[in-house]
């Protein structure tokens, strides 16, 4: 997972704009091939005729802060004035989403951005290091980051169950929560585990919350490593490639963006865990996400980069 967040920036847009409109007719003679290239065409997105009209007549101003942007603001996290909120969709999360987005991460590199224009009520976005104590919440509360500690999303239930039964358990091991994911207790403990998971399912225990983290990988250790995202249960998403256009340098192509790490999360909690289909619900959360992806891929091709 790419905690790198992503959005155009003033020089992306200026060039991808121009090379857009001096390649238009070009483009409209695409092969029906060509166009399968593009890994994001399946989702069921709404209309983006309104981000289409917003990209012809330029840069606009914020409503809030007058800043001039392209799309959207990325500081007050509102549409421009090109783009009126009710011609953007808005996506009901079945849970809430924090970000906590590091201090040396560029605001209009940012993905998280998107998550925050399409799910207002359900995102809220932290600069490090003002952040909330999660401590109290733990068993209601899940942080995605990778690592040897982490269980994959089918697992989190089990695993925040066990967190209430070890905070309310005096014989509970002492071991760090995070140590205690990976021991295999004994036969005779673990039916004891169980039988107190069972006395313990209430709503009490369901996940209501889920962290990310907003920068680069060479940056995270700083945040992962805080005292107050310490016991947290950690989330390991499966690998997927991303489509990312600011990819990291030397690393792998399975490092999402923000934007697509909370995506793929909330598809796999949808199955794994609500137990329903997918019928592209989230889809939307990828609105702005797949039209800079189709506009710079589309850029690149016209220069001959591609």
């Given at each position: 997972m790419s905690l790198n967040s992503s959005t155009l920036s003033n020089e992306e847009n200026s060039q991808g704009l121009k090379s857009n409109a001096e390649c238009s007719e070009s483009l409209e003679l695409q092969t029906v091939s060509s166009l399968q290239d593009n890994p994001l065409q399946r989702l069921q997105l709404a209309s983006q005729e309104v981000l289409e009209k917003a990209k012809k007549s330029g840069r606009s101003k914020c409503p809030r802060c007058s800043s001039s942007r392209m799309f959207y603001c990325y500081t007050c996290?509102?549409?421009?004035?090109?783009?009126?909120?009710?011609?953007?969709?808005?996506?009901?999360?079945?849970?809430?989403?924090?970000?906590?987005?590091?201090?040396?991460?560029?605001?209009?590199?940012?993905?998280?951005?998107?998550?925050?224009?399409?799910?207002?009520?359900?995102?809220?976005?932290?600069?490090?290091?003002?952040?909330?104590?999660?401590?109290e919440n733990r068993h209601e509360i899940a942080l995605i980051f990778p690592g040897p500690n982490?269980?994959?999303?089918?697992?989190?239930?089990?695993?925040?169950?066990?967190?209430?039964?070890?905070?309310?358990?005096?014989?509970?091991?002492?071991?760090?929560?995070?140590?205690?994911?990976?021991?295999e207790p004994k036969e005779e403990e673990e039916k004891n585990l169980n039988k107190c998971i069972s006395s313990n399912r209430t709503e009490g225990t369901r996940l209501?919350?889920?962290?990310?983290?907003?920068?680069?990988?060479?940056?995270?250790?700083?945040i992962i490593t805080d005292e107050?995202?310490?016991?947290?249960?950690?989330?390991?998403?499966?690998?997927?490639?991303?489509?990312?256009?600011r990819h990291q340098k030397g690393k792998p192509d399975t490092y999402l963006s923000t934007i697509e790490a909370i995506y793929y999360f909330l598809v796999d909690y949808h199955q794994e865990i609500?137990?329903?289909?997918?019928?592209?619900?989230?889809?939307?959360?990828?609105?702005?996400?797949?039209?800079?992806?189709?506009?710079?891929?589309?850029?690149?091709?016209c220069a001959g980069k591609e």
């Open positions: 996290f509102v549409p421009v004035e090109t783009v009126p909120t009710k011609e953007i969709p808005t996506v009901k999360l079945p849970l809430k989403i924090d970000i906590i987005k590091h201090p040396n991460e560029t605001d209009g590199k940012s993905t998280a951005v998107h998550a925050k224009l399409l799910a207002p009520d359900d995102v809220t976005i932290y600069k490090y290091p003002c952040i909330p104590e999660y401590k982490s269980v994959s999303v089918k697992d989190i239930v089990f695993h925040l169950q066990k967190t209430v039964v070890c905070d309310n358990d005096d014989d509970c091991s002492r071991e760090p929560f995070l140590k205690q994911a990976k021991i209501k919350k889920i962290v990310f983290i907003d920068s680069t990988w060479n940056q995270t250790n700083k107050r995202l310490q016991g947290l249960l950690q989330i390991e998403l499966k690998t997927r490639k991303t489509c990312f256009w609500l137990k329903e289909n997918y019928k592209g619900q989230y889809d939307n959360l990828l609105y702005f996400f797949s039209f800079m992806y189709t506009l710079i891929k589309n850029a690149k091709c």
